[in-house]
């Protein structure tokens, strides 16, 4: 049977198409990246905003027009709590909630009638990796959070906080790694807490599959300010745990961050930061802003932005808030006007785009591993262009000659001039050991 799987949403999101990719594949069925070739779509919904919400039923309505024949199972946030709204939507055979998305494969195959039997059973090593390709992949290690931000929807849909045992995450990567996987993104609903219910936490996990896998490259995902254990940051003397975290900050006022309901002020975040980059050379932290919060006065957002100037970020995801029905931040007062969020929105991003330049400035003539991935442009009849990551999570692009095959090797690289989205790397020296 071919299976089409299709997400909205965070990294966890992905990571768990991943997983179901995997577990279909085991079952002797097969992955199809056109939906409308697939006898059984899974969509993994999300709701982390009304517009989510939105997006999430025009994509399940689009599945169900472009291929009304296929079986249609909705997971995720949205599926979660709208379950009777997404029940009803035309074209949806089966619901699975976050509570059960460990046993989706296991569902969708007992439940729905497919009249399909395997054609063939997967070799192990045989699976195609889902999310990014065969160069990196996300490792779901954790669900569900412990805390209610008054803006934050996603860990009421999620439930409450599970870890993955540490052997479990140890298997899967190594499984990963003999499948050619170079990179595993470690992801979670709240990273930081991993570990809480199985008496463990986030070094032990790292230190763990530092010890017991041999993949070149393990990145954290998201992970909240506040949750760093102390000794967290000698984590990175080991290279392979590459110097990127991606820490959410949401506001540089904290009188916002109290009525976020944050549990990380300015100050701590400072110094996490003064940590990491006096520890780590050209460490890349980066961060979520969210202009026009309920209540936001201009003071604030001086203050927000000036703080955010100050401290300074490889990449800002902006986002101008967006009630959500269900949450504190929705019934408060002082609700702030489109007109202001698009300014704010404006300002933030000039700002951000200034940031970022001078963080990838700050980078010039640094000669950095680079995970190569699969060339995407030809600049002319004699050279490939091949982009790729380095360990702190710029793009680089380089050109080589044609018939020069890097994807998916981990290769260094000299980044020499920012251009337009990417870095370009002066590669020539590697040409003569590849």
């Known amino acids: 049977?071919?299976?089409?799987?299709?997400?909205?949403?965070?990294?966890?999101?992905?990571?768990?198409?991943?997983?179901?990719?995997?577990?279909?594949?085991?079952?002797?069925?097969?992955?199809?990246?056109?939906?409308?070739?697939?006898?059984?779509?899974?969509?993994?919904?999300?709701?982390?905003?009304?517009?989510?919400?939105?997006?999430?039923?025009?994509?399940?309505?689009?599945?169900?027009?472009?291929?009304?024949?296929?079986?249609?199972?909705?997971?995720?946030?949205?599926?979660?709590?709208?379950?009777?709204?997404?029940?009803?939507?035309?074209?949806?055979d089966l619901i699975v909630g976050n509570s059960d998305k460990n046993r989706l494969v296991e569902k969708a195959l007992a439940e729905l009638?497919?009249?399909?039997?395997?054609?063939?059973?997967?070799?192990?090593?045989?699976?195609?990796?889902?999310?990014?390709?065969?160069?990196?992949?996300?490792?779901?290690?954790?669900?569900?959070?412990?805390?209610?931000?008054?803006?934050?929807?996603?860990?009421?849909?999620?439930g409450e906080e599970q870890s993955r045992p540490l052997q479990a995450v140890i298997d899967e990567i190594n499984a990963l790694h003999e499948?050619?996987?170079?990179?595993?993104?470690?992801?979670?609903?709240?990273?930081?807490?991993?570990?809480?219910?199985?008496?463990?936490?986030?070094?032990?996990?790292?230190?763990?599959?530092?010890?017991?896998?041999?993949?070149?490259r393990l990145r954290l995902g998201s992970l909240e300010p506040w949750e760093l254990p102390k000794d967290f940051f000698s984590l990175f003397e080991n290279p392979r745990l590459l110097p990127h975290l991606h820490l959410p900050l949401q506001s540089g006022s904290d009188t916002v961050?109290?009525?976020?309901?944050?549990?990380?002020?300015?100050?701590?975040?400072?110094?996490?930061?003064?940590?990491?980059?006096?520890?780590?050379?050209?460490?890349?932290?980066?961060?979520?802003?969210?202009?026009?919060?309920?209540?936001?006065?201009?003071?604030?957002w001086r203050e927000s932005y000036d703080y955010i100037k100050n401290l300074g970020f490889g990449h800002i995801h902006i986002f101008s808030y967006s009630p959500r029905q269900?949450?504190?931040?929705?019934?408060?007062?002082?609700?702030?006007?489109?007109?202001?969020?698009?300014?704010?929105?404006r300002q933030l991003h000039e700002l951000a785009e200034t940031l970022k330049q001078q963080f990838i400035a700050d980078n010039m003539g640094v000669t950095a591993e680079v995970l190569w991935e699969g060339q995407t442009e030809t600049p002319d009849d004699q050279t490939t262009r091949y982009f790729g990551y380095t360990p702190n999570y710029l793009r680089v692009a380089c050109d080589v000659a044609n018939g020069v095959e890097l994807e998916n090797r981990i290769l260094p690289c000299r980044l020499i001039k920012a251009e337009d989205g990417f870095v370009a790397g002066e590669c020539s020296h590697i040409i003569i050991a590849a």
């Not at 009304?50 to 997971?75: F, G, T």
């Not at 990014?132 to 569900?144: E, L, P, T």
């Open 1 to 92: 049977m071919q299976i089409h799987l299709k997400t909205l949403g965070c990294r966890l999101n992905e990571a768990e198409l991943e997983t179901w990719a995997q577990a279909f594949q085991a079952a002797g069925h097969s992955i199809s990246r056109d939906p409308r070739q697939a006898q059984l779509v899974v969509i993994n919904s999300c709701a982390v905003t009304e517009d989510a919400v939105r997006k999430s039923r025009q994509l399940i309505r689009r599945i169900h027009r472009d291929n009304p024949q296929a079986k249609l199972v909705v997971s995720g946030c949205y599926a979660t709590l709208n379950e009777t709204e997404a029940a009803q939507l035309l074209g949806v």
């Open 179 to 216: 499948q050619g996987v170079q990179e595993a993104i470690i992801t979670g609903v709240h990273l930081g807490g991993y570990g809480g219910d199985i008496d463990s936490n986030l070094s032990e996990l790292v230190r763990a599959i530092l010890a017991n896998t041999a993949i070149p």
């Open 257 to 300: 961050l109290k009525r976020m309901a944050r549990r990380c002020k300015t100050q701590e975040f400072a110094e996490i930061a003064t940590q990491a980059r006096a520890l780590i050379p050209h460490f890349n932290i980066t961060t979520d802003i969210i202009v026009g919060f309920p209540g936001e006065t201009e003071q604030e």
């Open 326 to 345: 269900g949450t504190k931040a929705a019934e408060m007062p002082n609700q702030i006007g489109q007109d202001v969020k698009k300014q704010r929105s």
């Open 113 to 158: 009638n497919t009249d399909s039997m395997p054609a063939m059973s997967t070799e192990p090593g045989e699976v195609s990796l889902f999310s990014r390709g065969r160069q990196r992949a996300f490792v779901k290690v954790q669900d569900g959070c412990r805390y209610r931000c008054t803006f934050c929807i996603v860990t009421v849909a999620r």
